[in-house]
């Protein structure tokens, strides 16, 4: 056997080889094309719940050497604790659900299982947070999150529901990303189902208002019906568009009827009340394929409430904690956040007669 540090392989005497991989997403290789001329027999990942589904994807389309010759099948063989990422939705759910795909398989097994596991790490697991002992102790998949999270993983995934009626207007939100920063993420809504999504990355101002612009004439929607994000870079975007509604985040929130003043900021307000639609099975998706509905319901799941435990207004954790959480803006999340603007019933005030 010789172990080969700069190829990261092991070749074994018989000529079989171990090739090692770094499947983490990099910015400069988002479709993974560095595994293009990679050929494997099978292939074995551990804690798959850090990787995105797409590397998932692309190392099972590897998976093609010499399999006719030795009438092999192509195997993928996966380890993970319960995460509510894409295994959710794409293996333990259905498992449960008896709805597995014929080519899957599922096998529990916990850390109890293992005849060589150290008995203190057992110990210290009893004696972590219960969310903690949910997941690596018992090994339940729905484990509770921390008590401060505004979005139920069970709620996230009724966004997928095919069970929708589509409104009376149609609306357009968007997220404005800085020029080589984050994403630019445009959302078409059609009453309160997500009919499309566009995303942008490293466009200018005038390149974001032109695409709105086109998407407004596309879908028949009126100017007063668009929202975009006008904190920094996005007030250009504003500027290039009349009578479209600039969405400050940290401005007053709406007066609303029925509902008191209690939120710190706009934002605050609409979190709170996209989590109450949501939670109301209110909000869909028309489509939407598995890797984006991931990092939506990532998004979603990292938005809290802020010092809970505390009096004073209602609010959520800095965008700047989101991105620590996330490593990477929440830009779908806001741009769900900003459709709840035009949820609020306005407190109108009377009109005095002389």
């Known amino acids: 056997m010789k172990i080969n540090y700069q190829s990261n392989s092991i070749l074994f005497d018989n000529g079989s080889e171990i090739i090692m991989k770094d499947l983490f997403s990099y910015p400069s290789d988002p479709d993974f094309d560095s595994l293009g001329s990679l050929e494997i027999t099978g292939a074995f990942i551990d804690e798959i719940s850090q990787i995105s589904y797409k590397a998932y994807e692309v190392v099972n389309t590897r998976i093609r050497y010499k399999l006719k010759q030795y009438n092999l099948k192509p195997k993928c063989l996966s380890s993970c604790n319960p995460s509510k990422g894409w295994l959710y939705t794409e293996f333990y759910k259905p498992h449960i659900d008896d709805d597995l795909k014929s080519y899957r398989k599922f096998i529990q097994a916990l850390a109890t299982d293992n005849p060589y596991i150290d008995p203190h790490y057992i110990e210290q697991l009893k004696k972590s947070s219960m969310a903690i002992q949910q997941r690596l102790l018992f090994g339940d998949?729905?484990?509770?999150?921390?008590?401060?999270?505004?979005?139920?993983?069970?709620?996230?995934?009724?966004?997928?529901?095919?069970?929708?009626?589509?409104?009376?207007?149609?609306?357009?939100?968007?997220?404005?990303a800085r020029l080589g920063k984050d994403r630019t993420i445009i959302m078409i809504w059609d009453g309160l189902v997500v009919i499309d999504i566009i995303e942008m990355e490293q466009v200018t101002t005038d390149i974001s208002a032109q695409k709105i612009k086109e998407l407004m004439g596309l879908y028949n929607i009126p100017a007063r019906n668009v929202i975009i994000d006008a904190d920094g870079i996005g007030g250009g975007v504003v500027d290039q568009l009349p009578n479209v509604k600039s969405f400050i985040n940290n401005s007053r929130p709406l007066e609303v009827i029925g509902n008191p003043n209690i939120y710190q900021n706009l934002k605050s307000q609409c979190y709170y009340k996209l989590a109450e639609m949501i939670e109301l099975y209110k909000i869909k998706f028309k489509s939407i394929n598995t890797e984006m509905f991931e990092m939506i319901t990532q998004e979603l799941q990292v938005i809290k409430q802020k010092d809970m435990d505390m009096d004073g207004k209602l609010s959520v954790i800095s965008k700047d904690i989101m991105k620590k959480i996330l490593g990477r803006s929440p830009d779908y999340a806001d741009c769900m956040m900003m459709r709840m603007y035009y949820e609020m019933k306005p407190k109108y005030r009377p009109i005095k007669l002389f």
């Open 141 to 176: 998949w729905d484990y509770s999150n921390d008590i401060d999270s505004m979005f139920k993983y069970e709620d996230l995934l009724k966004l997928m529901d095919k069970d929708f009626n589509l409104g009376k207007e149609k609306y357009i939100t968007a997220d404005i």
